[in-house]
């Protein structure tokens, strides 16, 4: 009797679904839909940091002191995800989030969304994307031709922000600061991945 | 109306009661899944035999009570559904993985959860799939970087069906109800002509 009752319910409310318009029910702050348009990518900010700086742009890092001490992306201001209720950003400013993993810094995210920041964005891969990609940048060996010049602006960014490209075979993910055996570093060496949730 | 999740950011939960709730939240979640008989590694593997098929109608349950919920909680103004995380999609390392998990599901008897509330429960069988599980995570860990490039292809970054299928999301709403509701139906009628019995031990 109530399995009958409950899948009459169910139905009912799944039934009527259909009949809801393609609308966003609930428009809290005028935010984008997370999908696809709240990463950015580790190259792309570095081209824009290299380009015009932070002007503009507020970095906020998530990670503990001991990993913000030891490395940052330059401009970066340290944030712990507890302090972010009091701290007021610049609303004007594009503010980009990282953390060691991406997901970690996605629940940032989302409460500077509901407050009503228009402009945020997660720094896609985390701290450990911006060292492959831009500090520590592997280059095939034998580099073709056409693929010159894409490395050469990857080798470029990787400079621009004191660190250096690494053949393919010895990538390393390293920190390119003198105190490489901080606290961050066990944890930077170990990343669960994509999709890294399980029940 | 206010939006009211997640408590946890907004501060109306500091780190300390966070963690009780969580615990009493996971304490809860145990409580149900092992009166719902899915503590039992034979009730569990008798899933894949279809002689029982509580595992499949729990968690549909589970999903068409979380899909409703959602997506009614949105309509009516209680939940931005814009806000709602969703893991990114790579499409085949995630096939293979839960290919794998499939396979270590039906040889262990149980999935990462319910081993969890078998051991809480005393179950020498589940102590040995968490002892596994413990030891996967770890190889896991340690071999990442060697597989990172295979788990990171095929991107389709964080995608919903309803975009995926370009229909409304009212749509793929009913229907997944209708999917869960046949089933329900159809497993019922499976059980009752194969007789709902458990896998014996040989």
Redesign the interface.
């Known amino acids: 009797m109530i399995n009958r009752l409950l899948?009459f319910t169910?139905?009912l409310?799944?039934?009527s679904?259909?009949?809801?318009?393609?609308r966003?029910?609930?428009d809290?702050a005028g935010?984008?839909?997370?999908?696809?348009h709240?990463l950015v990518a580790a190259e792309s900010l570095a081209a824009r940091i290299m380009a015009n700086g932070t002007a503009g742009l507020t970095l906020v890092d998530l990670r503990a002191p001991t990993a913000f001490d030891s490395y940052h992306i330059p401009g970066a201001v340290r944030l712990e995800?507890?302090e972010?209720?009091q701290a007021r950003l610049p609303e004007a400013n594009t503010i980009v989030l990282y953390d060691d993993a991406e997901s970690s810094a996605?629940?940032?995210?989302?409460?500077l969304?509901?407050q009503g920041y228009a402009s945020v964005y997660v720094l896609s891969g985390g701290m450990a994307a911006w060292k492959d990609e831009v500090l520590h940048p592997a280059l095939p060996p034998g580099m073709a031709r056409e693929t010159e010049a894409r490395f050469g602006r990857q080798m470029e960014l990787s400079r621009f922000f004191g660190g250096s490209p690494v053949p393919a075979p010895a990538r390393r993910?390293t920190p390119p600061s003198p105190r490489p055996d901080s606290a961050g570093k066990k944890k930077e060496?170990?990343?669960?991945?994509?999709?890294g949730?399980?029940? | 109306m206010d939006?009211t999740a997640?408590f946890y950011?907004?501060?109306a939960l500091g780190?300390g009661s966070g963690l009780v709730v969580a615990v009493l939240i996971g304490a809860a979640f145990g409580f149900f899944l092992e009166r719902g008989g899915l503590g039992n590694g034979r009730k569990l593997a008798s899933q894949f035999y279809l002689n029982d098929l509580t595992v499949f109608k729990v968690m549909f349950t589970a999903i068409?009570t979380a899909l409703?919920g959602l997506?009614?909680l949105?309509?009516?103004?209680v939940?931005?559904?814009?806000?709602?995380?969703?893991?990114?999609?790579?499409l085949v390392?995630?096939i293979v993985?839960g290919l794998l998990?499939g396979a270590g599901f039906v040889i262990g008897g149980y999935?990462?959860?319910t081993s969890c509330i078998a051991v809480a429960s005393g179950k020498l069988d589940a102590l040995a799939v968490f002892g596994g599980m413990m030891a996967g995570i770890l190889v896991?860990?340690e071999v990442?970087?060697s597989i990172?490039p295979f788990?990171?292809s095929t991107?389709m970054?964080?995608?919903?069906l309803p975009?995926l299928l370009s229909v409304?999301?009212?749509?793929m709403?009913?229907a997944?109800?209708?999917l869960?509701?046949g089933g329900?139906v159809l497993a019922d009628r499976i059980e009752k002509r194969r007789g709902n019995r458990l896998v014996q031990p040989e």
Do not use: N
């Open positions: 899948g169910a139905l409310l799944g039934g679904a259909l009949l809801v318009p393609d966003p029910a609930v809290s935010t984008p839909s997370p999908a696809h709240d995800a507890g972010l209720g996605a629940g940032v995210w989302l409460l969304k509901a993910i060496s170990f990343d669960i991945g994509p999709g949730c399980f029940y | 939006l997640p950011q907004f501060g780190p068409l409703l997506f009614w949105g309509q009516v103004g939940l931005d559904t814009s806000l709602i995380l969703l893991s990114p999609t790579y390392p995630q993985g998990f999935c990462p959860g896991y860990g990442y970087p990172r788990a990171e991107s970054g964080r995608i919903s975009e409304r999301p009212g749509v709403v009913a997944v109800t209708m869960a509701l329900f």
